[in-house]
């Protein structure tokens, strides 16, 4: 079944987007204000230096603005959706698609997202400005995602290249990390549970 969400989403956007507009109007419906509540009580629980929030729509020319600033290399392994202003503003409007913020004072330092299904299950992605890498902000957005899911009840997953180290190390430090499934390209398919 994963093999074939993923060769719709890369081959066949004009389905993949189809089928993205059903699961958001569900998931809306099922559990958007359980969603609201559990976001609020999350993002105000953070205790740490670096402020977490929700981007709106008024921050997405900022979160592409970030985008633009990463280095080449930092697209290696990350690259869940488009980073162009109309794409983000797309995923934006999308509500099963949840996108958060580490800022630095006004500056936007990290950014991570959760993929929710109406199906009780999310996707996690994360990357990190890299000049505050090693700062401990993905952990910090490994947490915030995992206490959501855990809080909304659902089960949460990636996919991840087993050559991304530092993606793995984060996630590890956070997560009790599971193998369900070995994929093409040196990719495994992982539940991430509360240590």
Known sequence: MLKLLLYIKHRLSFIWKG?????????????????????????????????????GKNDMPLLCEFFKNQPADSYEYFKPHGFDLASLCRKNRDKSFVMIGAFDGCKLIGYCFLRCFFNK??????????????KGIAKQMGRLTSSICHKLGFRLFATISKDNVKSIAS??????????KELPDNYLYVEYLLK
């Open 171 to 180: 996630s590890k430090a956070v997560n009790t990390v599971k193998v369900i």
């Open 19 to 55: 089928i993205e507009w059903v699961n958001s109007v569900f998931f809306n419906f099922l559990y958007g204000r359980k969603l609201k509540r559990c976001l609020s009580s999350v993002l105000d629980e953070q205790g740490n230096f670096y402020e977490y929030r929700l981007l």
């Open 121 to 134: 299950q999310a996707f996690r992605g994360k990357i990190v400005d890299y000049r505050y890498q090693g």
